[in-house]
């Protein structure tokens, strides 16, 4: 148990396994004779309480422990922020970046509505596809009619009515594929009828776009994407 003692010492103390590791000899093995003190040796009851993290505050090793402890416990906190400062200083840029674009993208984005509104109550139509938007009152003042800002503008409003037939339809088809595969696992004819003539509203009005406006369909979708 000496052994045990003396090696769970050795370990427990970060001076004395500093000095193993460097010399390979028991520490206490010195002209001092420090080896042969009986308050540096540990009993069965300290190496319990120190294995399952029970203090003993009259014990010497614990004494001797805490003393370590005490000592390098700022140098370790302090080391512990510097190491996480440079994700702390990351993270903090990020959220900053992410802010200002957001406040960036929110002042420029173009200002209208598919259905009227309190702010949005002037009703209006494009040139090109004719597609109906509402904007605030204040709108003709800096969109004024016939100007290059109101072509741009115009041409945002059209993709995203594009934009949002297209994820729209993109639902309605999944939706049908989904209702067909249900049909054949139940191999019901009627509920494979009723699912191939599921009604998809979007996806008429985007292919009648196509047709009726193919060359401004296409400049919406590609300015989209």
Avoid at 34 to 60: E, I, L, Y
Avoid at 70 to 86: K, V
Avoid at 153 to 182: G, H, K, P, W
Avoid at 204 to 221: A, G, H, I, W
Wanted: proline share 6%.
């Amino acid at each position: 148990f000496k052994k045990v003692s003396k090696a769970f010492q050795c370990l427990s103390d970060e001076a004395k396994r500093r000095s193993y590791d460097q010399t390979g000899r028991d520490p206490e093995q010195s002209a001092s004779g420090r080896a042969g003190r009986a308050d540096d040796f540990m009993t069965a009851q300290d190496v319990f309480d120190a294995f399952f993290g029970v203090p003993r505050q009259n014990s010497p090793f614990y004494a001797q422990h805490a003393q370590h402890q005490q000592q390098y416990r700022p140098q370790r906190a302090s080391f512990s922020f510097l190491q996480f400062l440079p994700l702390i200083m990351l993270l903090l840029v990020t959220l900053l970046a992410n802010f200002n674009a957001d406040n960036s993208y929110s002042h420029q984005r173009p200002k209208f509505s598919f259905n009227p509104t309190k702010s949005y109550t002037v009703q209006e139509s494009t040139n090109d596809m004719h597609i109906k938007y509402y904007v605030p009152p204040s709108h003709s003042a800096k969109y004024p009619a016939g100007s290059n800002e109101q072509q741009r503008f115009e041409t945002t409003v059209e993709t995203s009515y594009v934009n949002n037939l297209l994820a729209d339809c993109d639902f309605e088809e999944r939706t049908m594929v989904r209702n067909i595969q249900l049909a054949k696992r139940h191999r019901s004819v009627e509920q494979l009828e009723q699912a191939k003539n599921t009604p998809r509203p979007s996806c008429d009005k985007l292919n009648r776009l196509k047709e009726k406006y193919p060359r401004q369909y296409r400049r919406s979708v590609q300015y989209w994407y």
